[in-house]
Protein backbone atom coordinates (compact mmCIF):
# COMPACT_ATOMS: atom_id res chain seq x y z
CA UNK A 1 0.00 0.00 0.00
CA UNK A 2 3.09 2.38 0.84
CA UNK A 3 4.34 1.48 -2.37
CA UNK A 4 2.01 2.35 -4.41
CA UNK A 5 0.98 5.78 -2.80
CA UNK A 6 4.89 6.57 -3.37
CA UNK A 7 4.53 5.71 -6.98
CA UNK A 8 1.48 7.68 -7.22
CA UNK A 9 2.82 10.60 -5.76
CA UNK A 10 5.60 10.47 -8.09
CA UNK A 11 3.74 10.17 -11.63
CA UNK A 12 1.22 12.86 -9.93
CA UNK A 13 1.56 15.74 -12.21
CA UNK A 14 4.71 13.95 -14.13
CA UNK A 15 4.82 16.45 -16.87
CA UNK A 16 5.34 19.52 -14.89
CA UNK A 17 7.87 16.97 -12.57
CA UNK A 18 9.44 16.40 -15.70
CA UNK A 19 9.80 19.58 -17.40
CA UNK A 20 10.70 20.89 -14.06
CA UNK A 21 13.72 18.29 -13.68
CA UNK A 22 14.56 18.89 -17.09
CA UNK A 23 14.96 23.06 -16.70
CA UNK A 24 16.85 22.16 -13.30
CA UNK A 25 19.24 19.97 -15.43
CA UNK A 26 19.75 22.57 -18.43
CA UNK A 27 20.22 25.28 -15.64
CA UNK A 28 23.02 23.51 -14.12
CA UNK A 29 25.10 22.38 -17.69
CA UNK A 30 24.76 26.44 -18.31
CA UNK A 31 26.11 27.61 -15.12
CA UNK A 32 29.09 25.35 -15.60
CA UNK A 33 29.44 25.65 -18.90
CA UNK A 34 30.52 29.66 -17.44
CA UNK A 35 33.25 28.67 -14.90
CA UNK A 36 36.66 28.80 -15.49
CA UNK A 37 38.05 25.82 -17.30
CA UNK A 38 41.80 25.20 -17.94
CA UNK A 39 42.58 22.23 -20.64
CA UNK A 40 45.25 21.37 -22.96
CA UNK A 41 45.56 19.76 -26.63
CA UNK A 42 47.87 19.65 -29.85
CA UNK A 43 48.44 22.13 -32.22
CA UNK A 44 50.79 21.38 -35.50
CA UNK A 45 54.11 23.14 -36.24
CA UNK A 46 53.46 24.21 -39.86
CA UNK A 47 57.20 25.19 -41.10
CA UNK A 48 57.32 27.15 -44.40
CA UNK A 49 60.87 26.15 -46.07
CA UNK A 50 62.78 28.18 -48.41
CA UNK A 51 63.05 26.38 -51.62
CA UNK A 52 65.40 23.61 -52.17
CA UNK A 53 65.95 23.45 -48.40
CA UNK A 54 64.45 20.02 -46.26
CA UNK A 55 63.65 19.40 -42.54
CA UNK A 56 65.61 16.21 -41.50
CA UNK A 57 63.30 15.55 -39.01
CA UNK A 58 59.36 16.08 -38.91
CA UNK A 59 59.00 18.84 -36.08
CA UNK A 60 57.35 17.72 -33.07
CA UNK A 61 53.32 17.87 -31.85
CA UNK A 62 53.23 21.42 -29.50
CA UNK A 63 50.74 20.66 -26.39
CA UNK A 64 48.74 24.18 -25.90
CA UNK A 65 47.45 24.80 -22.47
CA UNK A 66 44.62 26.98 -22.56
CA UNK A 67 42.06 28.89 -20.48
CA UNK A 68 39.00 30.46 -20.14
CA UNK A 69 34.66 29.60 -19.89
CA UNK A 70 33.67 26.16 -20.69
CA UNK A 71 31.22 27.07 -23.62
CA UNK A 72 34.31 28.81 -25.21
CA UNK A 73 36.60 25.74 -24.56
CA UNK A 74 33.77 23.29 -26.29
CA UNK A 75 34.15 24.96 -29.38
CA UNK A 76 37.75 25.00 -29.74
CA UNK A 77 38.04 21.01 -28.87
CA UNK A 78 36.48 20.75 -32.33
CA UNK A 79 39.29 22.89 -34.48
CA UNK A 80 42.09 21.71 -35.46
CA UNK A 81 44.76 24.42 -34.63
CA UNK A 82 48.59 25.09 -35.74
CA UNK A 83 51.06 27.28 -35.30
CA UNK A 84 53.07 28.75 -38.52
CA UNK A 85 56.64 29.26 -38.41
CA UNK A 86 58.67 30.85 -41.62
CA UNK A 87 62.19 29.78 -41.79
CA UNK A 88 64.28 32.82 -44.03
CA UNK A 89 65.96 32.67 -47.13
CA UNK A 90 69.17 33.78 -46.24
CA UNK A 91 69.46 30.98 -43.59
CA UNK A 92 72.63 28.83 -44.07
CA UNK A 93 73.25 27.31 -41.18
CA UNK A 94 71.76 23.55 -40.42
CA UNK A 95 69.39 24.18 -37.76
CA UNK A 96 67.13 27.02 -36.22
CA UNK A 97 65.78 27.58 -33.26
CA UNK A 98 61.86 28.60 -32.92
CA UNK A 99 60.56 30.54 -30.12
CA UNK A 100 57.02 29.71 -29.36
CA UNK A 101 55.36 32.63 -27.21
CA UNK A 102 51.82 32.02 -25.71
CA UNK A 103 50.62 35.37 -26.91
CA UNK A 104 51.59 34.49 -30.39
CA UNK A 105 49.36 30.90 -30.27
CA UNK A 106 46.46 33.17 -28.83
CA UNK A 107 46.72 35.04 -32.54
CA UNK A 108 46.04 32.21 -34.30
CA UNK A 109 42.68 31.49 -32.59
CA UNK A 110 39.09 32.29 -33.99
CA UNK A 111 38.25 35.50 -33.98
CA UNK A 112 35.84 36.52 -30.69
CA UNK A 113 37.43 33.57 -28.84
CA UNK A 114 37.08 34.12 -24.62
CA UNK A 115 40.08 32.33 -24.11
CA UNK A 116 44.12 32.72 -22.64
CA UNK A 117 46.65 30.98 -23.50
CA UNK A 118 48.44 29.74 -20.61
CA UNK A 119 51.87 27.70 -21.80
CA UNK A 120 53.43 26.39 -25.10
CA UNK A 121 54.94 23.09 -24.64
CA UNK A 122 57.85 23.09 -25.56
CA UNK A 123 59.07 26.88 -25.67
CA UNK A 124 61.73 26.32 -27.87
CA UNK A 125 62.18 24.15 -30.89
CA UNK A 126 65.00 23.38 -32.70
CA UNK A 127 64.82 22.33 -36.45
CA UNK A 128 67.18 20.51 -38.10
CA UNK A 129 67.45 21.26 -41.97
CA UNK A 130 69.95 19.86 -44.84
CA UNK A 131 73.37 21.71 -45.24
CA UNK A 132 73.87 24.27 -47.89
CA UNK A 133 76.54 26.83 -49.17
CA UNK A 134 76.63 30.62 -49.75
CA UNK A 135 78.09 32.96 -51.74
CA UNK A 136 78.69 36.62 -52.57
CA UNK A 137 78.47 37.71 -56.15
CA UNK A 138 78.67 41.12 -58.24
CA UNK A 139 75.11 42.22 -59.41
CA UNK A 140 74.91 43.34 -63.14
CA UNK A 141 72.58 46.39 -64.71
CA UNK A 142 70.65 46.01 -67.55
CA UNK A 143 69.87 49.51 -67.26
CA UNK A 144 69.16 51.28 -69.87
CA UNK A 145 68.14 55.31 -69.35
CA UNK A 146 66.75 57.02 -72.58
CA UNK A 147 66.46 61.17 -72.31
CA UNK A 148 64.71 63.24 -74.42
CA UNK A 149 66.41 65.67 -77.08
CA UNK A 150 68.08 68.43 -75.25
CA UNK A 151 68.81 66.10 -72.20
CA UNK A 152 71.97 64.41 -71.01
CA UNK A 153 72.71 61.83 -68.77
CA UNK A 154 75.11 63.55 -66.08
CA UNK A 155 77.36 60.55 -64.92
CA UNK A 156 75.59 57.57 -65.82
CA UNK A 157 74.04 55.48 -63.70
CA UNK A 158 74.37 54.37 -59.89
CA UNK A 159 73.80 50.95 -58.51
CA UNK A 160 72.55 50.48 -54.70
CA UNK A 161 73.91 47.56 -53.59
CA UNK A 162 76.66 46.05 -56.03
CA UNK A 163 76.70 42.23 -54.39
CA UNK A 164 74.12 39.49 -53.74
CA UNK A 165 74.36 37.06 -51.78
CA UNK A 166 73.67 33.47 -52.65
CA UNK A 167 72.49 30.40 -51.01
CA UNK A 168 71.97 26.89 -52.02
CA UNK A 169 73.64 23.90 -52.65
CA UNK A 170 77.50 24.31 -53.37
CA UNK A 171 77.44 22.56 -56.87
CA UNK A 172 75.02 24.93 -57.65
CA UNK A 173 76.42 28.29 -56.53
CA UNK A 174 79.95 27.01 -58.41
CA UNK A 175 78.37 27.63 -61.42
CA UNK A 176 77.37 31.30 -60.71
CA UNK A 177 79.80 34.56 -61.04
CA UNK A 178 77.21 37.31 -61.04
CA UNK A 179 73.26 38.01 -61.47
CA UNK A 180 71.58 40.85 -63.60
CA UNK A 181 68.82 43.04 -63.14
CA UNK A 182 65.75 42.57 -65.05
CA UNK A 183 66.06 44.50 -68.30
CA UNK A 184 64.59 47.58 -67.99
CA UNK A 185 64.58 50.94 -69.81
CA UNK A 186 64.03 53.88 -67.90
CA UNK A 187 62.25 57.01 -70.07
CA UNK A 188 60.69 60.68 -69.12
CA UNK A 189 62.81 61.45 -66.46
CA UNK A 190 64.39 64.46 -65.56
CA UNK A 191 66.53 65.77 -63.11
CA UNK A 192 67.13 63.55 -60.12
CA UNK A 193 65.77 60.07 -60.47
CA UNK A 194 65.65 56.54 -58.81
CA UNK A 195 63.94 53.50 -59.53
CA UNK A 196 63.75 49.96 -57.71
CA UNK A 197 64.36 47.18 -59.86
CA UNK A 198 64.00 43.77 -59.38
CA UNK A 199 67.32 41.12 -59.43
CA UNK A 200 66.20 38.38 -62.14
CA UNK A 201 66.18 34.83 -60.15
CA UNK A 202 65.01 32.97 -63.55
CA UNK A 203 68.68 31.50 -64.03
CA UNK A 204 68.76 30.28 -60.45
CA UNK A 205 66.64 27.62 -60.05
CA UNK A 206 66.65 26.99 -56.27
CA UNK A 207 68.85 28.55 -55.15
CA UNK A 208 68.26 31.95 -53.45
CA UNK A 209 69.51 35.14 -52.90
CA UNK A 210 69.54 38.60 -50.98
CA UNK A 211 68.62 40.98 -51.90
CA UNK A 212 65.78 40.83 -54.60
CA UNK A 213 66.02 44.19 -55.59
CA UNK A 214 67.96 46.78 -56.36
CA UNK A 215 68.06 51.12 -56.38
CA UNK A 216 69.26 52.69 -60.42
CA UNK A 217 69.56 56.60 -59.83
CA UNK A 218 71.16 59.15 -61.86
CA UNK A 219 70.71 62.83 -62.88
CA UNK A 220 69.61 64.10 -66.16
CA UNK A 221 70.17 67.69 -67.05
CA UNK A 222 69.78 70.00 -70.05
CA UNK A 223 72.25 70.70 -72.61
CA UNK A 224 73.41 73.97 -73.23
CA UNK A 225 75.09 76.25 -75.93
CA UNK A 226 77.05 79.42 -76.04
CA UNK A 227 79.58 81.15 -78.53
CA UNK A 228 82.40 82.90 -76.97
CA UNK A 229 83.64 85.41 -79.93
CA UNK A 230 87.53 86.80 -79.91
CA UNK A 231 88.84 84.04 -78.25
CA UNK A 232 92.76 84.37 -78.86
CA UNK A 233 94.93 82.21 -80.63
CA UNK A 234 97.67 80.67 -78.89
CA UNK A 235 100.33 78.16 -78.83
CA UNK A 236 100.10 75.36 -76.33
CA UNK A 237 103.25 77.23 -74.63
CA UNK A 238 101.41 80.91 -74.13
CA UNK A 239 100.69 83.49 -77.02
CA UNK A 240 102.30 83.03 -80.61
CA UNK A 241 105.32 85.60 -80.64
CA UNK A 242 107.29 84.03 -83.53
CA UNK A 243 104.44 83.81 -85.88
CA UNK A 244 101.85 85.83 -87.59
CA UNK A 245 98.53 84.17 -87.47
CA UNK A 246 95.56 84.88 -89.30
CA UNK A 247 93.17 85.35 -88.43
CA UNK A 248 94.39 85.85 -84.63
CA UNK A 249 91.16 85.56 -83.06
CA UNK A 250 88.21 82.59 -82.98
CA UNK A 251 84.43 82.50 -82.11
CA UNK A 252 84.54 78.99 -80.49
CA UNK A 253 80.87 77.27 -79.46
CA UNK A 254 80.80 75.26 -76.69
CA UNK A 255 78.01 72.36 -75.70
CA UNK A 256 77.30 70.58 -72.35
CA UNK A 257 75.12 70.47 -68.84
CA UNK A 258 73.18 73.48 -68.62
CA UNK A 259 74.82 74.99 -65.41
CA UNK A 260 78.63 74.24 -66.39
CA UNK A 261 78.28 75.81 -69.75
CA UNK A 262 76.24 78.72 -68.01
CA UNK A 263 79.30 79.26 -65.56
CA UNK A 264 81.77 79.28 -68.03
CA UNK A 265 84.23 82.03 -68.76
CA UNK A 266 86.29 83.37 -71.30
CA UNK A 267 89.27 81.94 -69.46
CA UNK A 268 87.75 78.48 -68.91
CA UNK A 269 88.80 77.57 -72.98
CA UNK A 270 92.44 77.46 -74.83
CA UNK A 271 92.15 78.15 -78.62
CA UNK A 272 95.56 76.06 -79.37
CA UNK A 273 97.28 76.04 -83.43
CA UNK A 274 98.71 73.15 -83.81
CA UNK A 275 101.91 74.17 -85.81
CA UNK A 276 103.76 71.58 -87.56
CA UNK A 277 106.25 73.17 -89.59
CA UNK A 278 108.76 76.00 -88.87
CA UNK A 279 108.26 77.81 -91.46
CA UNK A 280 104.28 77.98 -91.19
CA UNK A 281 101.54 77.17 -93.15
CA UNK A 282 97.70 76.21 -92.46
CA UNK A 283 97.62 75.20 -88.99
CA UNK A 284 94.51 72.91 -87.24
CA UNK A 285 93.03 75.01 -84.24
CA UNK A 286 92.25 72.90 -81.37
CA UNK A 287 90.23 74.19 -78.16
CA UNK A 288 90.85 73.35 -74.93
CA UNK A 289 87.71 73.17 -72.24
CA UNK A 290 86.79 71.59 -68.78
CA UNK A 291 85.74 67.67 -69.05
CA UNK A 292 82.46 67.05 -69.86
CA UNK A 293 81.96 70.06 -72.27
CA UNK A 294 82.58 70.02 -75.95
CA UNK A 295 83.63 72.90 -77.89
CA UNK A 296 84.54 73.70 -81.70
CA UNK A 297 86.32 76.88 -83.13
CA UNK A 298 85.13 78.54 -86.11
CA UNK A 299 87.31 78.68 -88.46
CA UNK A 300 88.73 75.78 -87.31
CA UNK A 301 92.15 76.39 -88.95
CA UNK A 302 94.26 79.34 -89.46
CA UNK A 303 97.43 80.60 -91.57
CA UNK A 304 100.63 81.25 -89.47
CA UNK A 305 103.69 82.81 -90.90
CA UNK A 306 107.06 83.29 -89.33
CA UNK A 307 107.84 86.78 -88.85
CA UNK A 308 109.99 88.58 -91.34
CA UNK A 309 109.55 85.55 -93.67
CA UNK A 310 107.94 87.48 -96.81
CA UNK A 311 104.14 86.23 -97.62
CA UNK A 312 103.06 83.71 -99.80
CA UNK A 313 102.73 85.01 -103.30
CA UNK A 314 99.06 85.86 -104.45
CA UNK A 315 97.10 83.29 -106.70
CA UNK A 316 96.88 84.65 -110.05
CA UNK A 317 93.36 84.57 -111.08
Known amino acids: MARTSLFQFLTRNWPIKGAALFLALMLYVA ?35 ISGKGSQILKLRSLAGDITRRIPDTLTSSTYLIHLDPTEVELALPKGADVRVMEVRPSEITLALDSVARKDVRIVSLVTVTVDSGQFLHGGLSMTPTMARLVGPEKALEAIDSVTTVQTEITSVSGEFARIVPIDTTPLGIVRLVPKQVTVSGTVGVIAERTFAGLLVESGAGAITSYIVTPSRVSV ?28 GVARIRVIAPRGITARATPDSVTVRRRGAPPPPARRG
Open 31 to 65: VQLQQPVTTSFDVALNVQLPPGRALVQKPPKVRVQ
Open 253 to 280: SVRGPEERVQNLTRDSLRVVAQITGSAG
